[in-house]
């Protein structure tokens, strides 16, 4: 910890603790999926998570918004301590807004209207206020023209910023991002991580699972890799690309960088 | 152009031909028979056969339509004015037009009645079907149910008003009032009202013992049965009260804990409130209003509707009915709470399990066994309830299908966003699902509306009871066979096939993608 935390270009980093994970574990049945997880994110960092497949990751971020449950440790957002209540959940929910890899959009609604419907429902905010947001931030993610349209009429690329933009609409305090660019084809990323890296650079506190590493070199704070269920590593992402300790890291980054 | 080459070239067309005509064979009605009807020897037979077919069945039905007598008192005078030659006797139709319509005990100068109530069913329809019809058209569907009831059955106006009176004021009291009724308070009226359907349980539990000991007294004067009878009572009344009532309080507990975000206490004590009130208020409120200000038809008893009238009313009744309690079963099939969940699974499978014409026997004779003495449970509404359960558990299925078909992603962005569950089912879930499902409850429904006429075997005079009874019966129209069930498929065709078109054009109203 005390290594990124003197890291240089660590600018809006609080002290204050978003995420602490203490000691998680969790089991899909019999199979030990996450080990001893100890995790502790401040206000404002940007987090990449990678590893190989089944390693873990997606399952850890899934966990702070409890779309998993985890049988054991703690896991406290924003000073909420994660129950199985379901009001709490519900409000850990609101705070934390979520990426899919398969963008998860609400096919039956306008874009407009899948980013003003939780606002709406959720928080209680009037239908005009709710809509005058949106289209700012669907402004922000460069499609306001698409406002009207469904999501079946966009591309990939356009869905995955409207989804960023629908999470955006909630004023989450922390994004998790779960793959967002693994669906896309590849002329498709560059947009999508434009719009993660301006989120990156206005301090937002993030968790991604990519397999992007020029993103987590450009924006992330500290890389984190996940094998078998465990951190292997973590490190600001300088020291962790060019300088990984153990083997495990050094033969994963060899696969995917070395093509 | 010409002038550049009128020296040098003898001729320059200047205009373009106009194109030839294509030979005969290759256009129009020709080019189409040869290439459809005689394209090789093997299609050229298939025509010729079919041709001799079709010719020879119309060769019969026209003369048979067309000779048609419409002006007939009976079946003799029929067959006199057509004198041996072919021809349908439609003179049945005209004769008992009103009965094929309204059923033979229906008060004939009440038939506007119906009629009335038939013309609003389809204005009162419309805002449900067409959604770019005015959203406040809906209050008028609200309403239609209990002016409907009045127009058909008749009796005092203030009957059906001083329901809908208890309906709405419950509905105002709660709104104003539940969410100020703190939290334990809730928690309180939850475990009542689990206490108070132990108590009802338990009642029924109870009658159904007694009844047993009633059946072993009436099949012999064997002791043994009867004291047999008697122990199983005592035991069954015991259990009943000893491990109900607790048990109710404390399922409504644990229900509350679970879903209270939804309302469902509020929601169950409103349903109770309403019962009571109908129970204790409806019939001294009724009967004073209509003693200061009288508002009456001609009271019908229920039993005398009949005809294609009768179906329609089953029809629409079951069909609106059926289609909110599938949606709540299908939910409930698929709640993480192993009671509901278990409730939902054993109704529905129940019900699939047995055929509809034993639940109507069931509704004709056997519910009054299960029913306490004094009470006068009326017979079409315990065909209604009956039909209604029967499709629901069907549609319940159709719309599993459509929950089961949605990508799991669905479920969890709508989780993301901080949806709770009733909102995330009504706003996410559900509008996609029914969606899928369009097709299968549209399927359910043309099947329920032609099974009405089931109803025909416990003797109510639908539009097949009425031919089966009344009609071929009578020393007038006795074997008088393919103009009625001509006329009857003509009806239920009419209202299938609509109900079929309009499902088709919503689906392709709900489509989203690549507009």
């Known amino acids: ?259 | 152009m010409s002038d550049t080459h009128a020296q040098s070239v003898a001729f320059v067309r200047e205009t373009e031909l106009p194109p030839a005509p294509p030979p005969v064979t290759e256009t129009g009605a020709i080019k189409w028979v040869r290439e459809n009807l005689f394209s090789g020897w093997f299609n050229t037979l298939l025509t010729v056969v079919a041709f001799y077919f079709v010719a020879r069945i119309l060769f019969f039905v026209f003369p048979w339509f067309f000779n048609g007598v419409w002006d007939a008192a009976s079946i003799r005078e029929c067959r006199d004015v057509l004198g041996g030659a072919t021809g349908a006797c439609f003179a049945v139709l005209v004769d008992r037009w009103d009965h094929l319509l309204f059923g033979f005990k229906y008060p004939p100068d009440g038939y506007w009645r119906i009629v009335v109530a038939f013309i609003l069913l389809l204005g009162a329809a419309a805002p449900a079907l067409f959604s770019k019809l005015p959203r406040r058209l809906l209050l008028f569907t609200a309403l239609y149910p209990f002016v409907a009831y009045w127009l058909i059955w008749g009796g005092s106006l203030w009957l059906p008003m001083t329901i809908l009176g208890i309906i709405i004021a419950t509905g105002l009291v709660f709104r104003a009032v539940s969410s100020q009724i703190p939290v334990n308070m809730r928690q309180m009226v939850a475990a009542a009202i689990g206490m108070i359907c132990g108590v009802g349980l338990s009642y029924l539990l109870f009658i159904g013992a007694k009844e047993l000991v009633f059946i072993a007294n009436s099949i012999g004067t064997a002791s043994l049965g009867t004291s047999f009878a008697y122990g199983v009572f005592w035991l069954l009344a015991i259990f009943t009260f000893v491990f109900f009532i607790p048990m109710g309080m404390f399922v409504g507990y644990a229900i509350y804990n679970s879903y209270e975000d939804g309302g469902l206490v509020s929601v169950v004590t409103a349903l109770l409130f309403i019962y009571a009130a109908l129970v204790y208020l409806l019939a001294p409120i009724a009967s004073g209003l209509n003693a200061v200000i009288p508002i009456e038809l001609q009271a019908v008893a229920s039993r005398d509707l009949g005809g294609f009238m009768l179906n329609m009313i089953l029809g629409t009744v079951c069909v609106s009915l059926s289609l909110p309690l599938g949606i709540v079963l299908a939910l409930g099939r698929q709640s993480n709470m192993p009671l509901i969940k278990g409730v939902c699974v054993v109704f529905i499978e129940f019900i699939r399990g047995v055929p509809l014409i034993t639940l109507l026997f069931v509704a004709n004779v056997m519910l009054a066994y299960f029913m306490p003495p004094e009470s006068n449970f009326d017979l079409i509404l315990r065909v209604i309830i009956m039909i209604t359960m029967f499709s629901a558990a069907y549609i319940a299925e159709v719309i599993r299908g459509g929950l089961a078909a949605l990508p799991k992603g669905q479920y969890e962005a709508a989780d993301s966003l901080g949806l709770d569950y009733a909102r995330s089912m009504r706003l996410i879930i559900l509008p996609q699902a029914l969606k899928i499902s369009i097709p299968g409850i549209v399927n359910v429904a043309v099947g329920l509306f032609k099974d009405t006429t089931l109803v025909s075997i416990i003797s109510m005079f639908d539009l097949v009871g009425m031919i089966r009874g009344p009609i071929q019966n009578s020393t007038e129209w006795i074997s008088v066979y393919w103009e009625v069930y001509g006329f009857g498929a003509m009806l239920f065709f009419i209202v299938c096939y609509s109900i079929s078109q309009y499902s088709q054009w919503l689906e392709r109203q709900l489509q989203t993608d690549h507009r």
């Open chain 1, 1 to 259: 910890m005390a290594m990124t935390d003197q890291a240089p270009g660590k600018m809006g980093i609080s002290d204050e603790v978003a995420i602490e994970i203490r000691n998680m574990n969790k089991w899909y049945g019999t199979f030990h999926v996450l080990r001893d997880i100890d995790l502790t994110v401040q206000r404002g960092e940007r987090i990449v998570i990678c590893g190989p497949s089944g390693s873990g990751k997606s399952t850890l971020i899934r966990c702070i918004n409890a779309l998993e449950e985890h049988q054991k440790g703690t896991i406290t957002v924003d000073g909420t301590l994660l129950s199985s209540d379901l009001k709490n959940i519900d409000t850990i929910r609101s705070e934390v807004g979520m990426c899919f890899q398969h963008f998860n959009l609400f096919p039956h609604l306008t874009i407009l209207e899948n980013c003003t419907l939780a606002p709406i429902w959720v928080r209680k905010i009037p239908k005009r206020e709710a809509e005058e947001t949106a289209m700012h931030f669907l402004k922000k993610v460069k499609i306001p023209e698409q406002a009207d349209k469904y999501p079946g009429q966009l591309s990939g690329g356009q869905q995955q910023r409207v989804a960023i933009a629908r999470s955006l609409c909630m004023r989450p305090r922390i994004m998790l991002f779960d793959e967002p660019t693994s669906a896309l084809d590849p002329e498709m990323i560059k947009e999508v991580l434009d719009t993660m890296i301006e989120l990156a650079e206005e301090g937002m506190t993030m968790l991604c699972v990519t397999h992007e590493m020029g993103f987590a070199r450009q924006v992330a704070n500290r890389v984190i890799f996940m094998d078998a269920g465990q951190i292997v590593e973590q490190n600001e992402p300088e020291e962790f690309f060019n300088n990984p300790k153990s083997d495990r890291t050094k033969l994963f980054l060899s696969q995917i960088l070395g093509h």
